[in-house]
């Protein structure tokens, strides 16, 4: 790092190197550029990071947006970490160890509120692990209000799914393939008005408290479409899945062939 701090710093860059005691783990990239119409900014946000040897063997999500808003967070965020201005709310993305974490507890806290026996709450979301009991709790919360939760979990899960009376609406999977399944997915249904983001952060305290991890929502109707039907597809396979038991196991799931 230190070779590459040099590198960038004689052709131009300004680098920052980090925040003390916080680990900067989000995966954000914004380019300004003077256009006929303005200055634009293109704001480039990564479930994964930006290094070419793990882009060979992990699957990840990115999006490319010229969202306003979008682009306002980002330049604030940006402002806070290189210690340009103080602490910032933003509009349409979260930060931590600011309030990503407590953006997660709400929108679980709100599929319980919106969620009936009739209609029930959906919770969908994909993960690499899943550690911090606050949102494990949440979670559980959720399952007892009829909300039903989908995880896709590719490491760590300290949740136990399928207990009577604590999580029987709640089913994990984990799916071991060919490359390392390292995006991060949740969407909440959130009484039809569906809300669906992506994040470089996992669902574990070092991640939603000791590091600085971004949360973005998707707002373009098609690329919504495209991410909703990625992370259904994590739920419907019987080739590379493993289902998460009670007991802790996991259990291969079979094709239905």
Not at 14 to 40: D, F, Q, T
Not at 237 to 246: A, F, G, H, R
Request: aromatic share 8%; proline share 2%; hydrophobic share 40%.
């Amino acid at each position: 790092n230190i070779s590459w701090v040099s590198r960038l710093e004689r052709a131009g860059a300004i680098v920052v190197y980090g925040i003390a005691n916080l680990k900067v783990h989000g995966k954000i990239m914004m380019v300004v550029r003077r256009e006929s119409s303005g200055v634009k900014r293109y704001v480039h946000f990564s479930t994964g990071n930006y290094n070419e040897e793990t882009a060979k063997h992990y699957s990840d999500v990115s999006i490319f947006t010229v969202n306003n808003e979008i682009a306002n967070d980002a330049t604030l965020f940006f402002n806070m970490i290189s210690g340009y201005s103080a602490i910032q709310t933003m509009t349409r993305m979260a930060m931590s160890p600011i309030d990503l974490k407590s953006k997660i507890l709400s929108m679980i806290e709100r599929e319980c509120q919106k969620s009936t026996a009739e209609n029930p709450g959906l919770i969908k979301a994909k993960m690499n692990s899943l550690a911090d009991e606050d949102c494990i709790k949440a979670l559980y919360k959720a399952s007892c209000n009829n909300v039903k939760v989908l995880l896709n979990v590719r490491g760590i899960c300290m949740l136990i799914p399928g207990k009577k009376g604590l999580s029987e609406n709640i089913k994990v999977v984990s799916i071991i393939d060919r490359f390392l399944e390292h995006s991060r997915f949740f969407y909440f249904q959130n009484g039809e008005q569906e809300e669906l983001y992506l994040s470089s952060a996992d669902w574990m305290t070092r991640n939603l408290s000791k590091r600085v991890e971004v949360l973005i929502p998707i707002l373009q109707e098609e690329i919504f479409e495209e991410i909703k039907g990625i992370l259904q597809l994590y739920f419907k396979d019987t080739e590379n899945s493993y289902l998460l038991k009670e007991d802790g196991s996991w259990s291969k799931i079979k094709s239905d062939k």
